[in-house]
């Protein structure tokens, strides 16, 4: 499996874009980057997920190099609700999700 | 997106009694579905890889006689967690794997519960 460095900790100020950092240099080349956050006490939540294009929904957007080695999370008007730690998770698909420690984003009035 | 439950939400439980968690997807099917615990203040670990039909696979070091994976359908998985411990109160969290395309590239995503707090007394 792929491994992930991230950032330990970031803030943003509410209402400001969370750039949210991943280098992913050690991906595959059938690995998509996958993205998920936890909520304090509650399960994972999918966010979004790409393989070389840059993926934007409702939730966020996905910038990832064109050597895939790195990708970047974007959370264009960030709430207090987006509070939470976030994963970048190099996927293959049908396998588990092998989570690290991810970055806890704390988003401050 | 798609919808896992999980319940109970939280159980509290005697020494040496078993608890049972249920895990559904609601909306999709799944053929495979994955059974994590997390320690407070740690990462989400991977227990067991749940398969349809089949016998689950355990991960190094979690003990499959204690931690009973079923997954007789495609939409329920259950964690029955035998003769509990203090030891084994933990946030206990199942996902499932869906399969299929969104905008013409591949939407194969796996979607977790809401998780299910034990706590053995």
């Known amino acids: 499996d792929a491994k992930t460095t991230q950032p330990t900790s970031m803030d943003c100020a509410e209402g400001r874009a969370a750039n949210l950092p991943c280098n992913h240099s050690?991906?595959?080349?059938?690995?998509?980057v996958y993205w998920y956050r936890q909520i304090h006490s509650q399960g994972p939540q999918y966010i979004i997920h790409?393989?070389?294009n840059n993926e934007t929904n409702e939730m966020a957007s996905l910038i990832i190099t064109e050597d895939r080695k790195s990708s970047t999370l974007i959370l264009p008007h960030a709430t207090l609700r987006d509070t939470a730690v976030y994963y970048c998770?190099?996927?293959?698909?049908?396998?588990?999700?092998?989570f690290g420690g991810g970055t806890r984003l704390m988003v401050k009035p | 997106g798609a919808v896992v439950s999980q319940h109970p939400s939280r159980v509290i439980c005697k020494s040496g009694t078993s608890v049972k968690i249920e895990c559904r997807s609601l909306?999709?099917?799944?053929?495979?579905m994955f059974w994590y615990r997390q320690f407070p203040k740690q990462s989400l670990m991977l227990m067991a890889t749940?398969?349809?039909?089949?016998?689950?696979?355990?991960e190094q070091g979690v003990e499959k006689d204690k931690f009973l994976i079923n997954h007789a359908s495609l939409t329920l998985s259950t964690l029955t967690v035998t003769s509990a411990h203090p030891e084994d109160s933990s946030f206990y969290i199942c996902?499932?794997?869906?399969?299929?395309?969104?905008?013409?590239?591949?939407?194969?995503?796996?979607?977790f519960g809401e998780g299910s707090w034990l706590t053995v007394v």
């Open positions: 998770i190099p996927y293959n698909a049908g396998n588990m999700l092998t």
């Open positions: 050690t991906i595959s080349g059938n690995e998509y």
């Open positions: 749940s398969n349809e039909g089949s016998k689950a696979t355990y």
């Open positions: 909306d999709f099917q799944a053929t495979t």
């Open positions: 996902s499932a794997y869906r399969t299929g395309t969104v905008g013409g590239r591949s939407g194969n995503t796996i979607y």
């Open positions: 790409g393989l070389k």
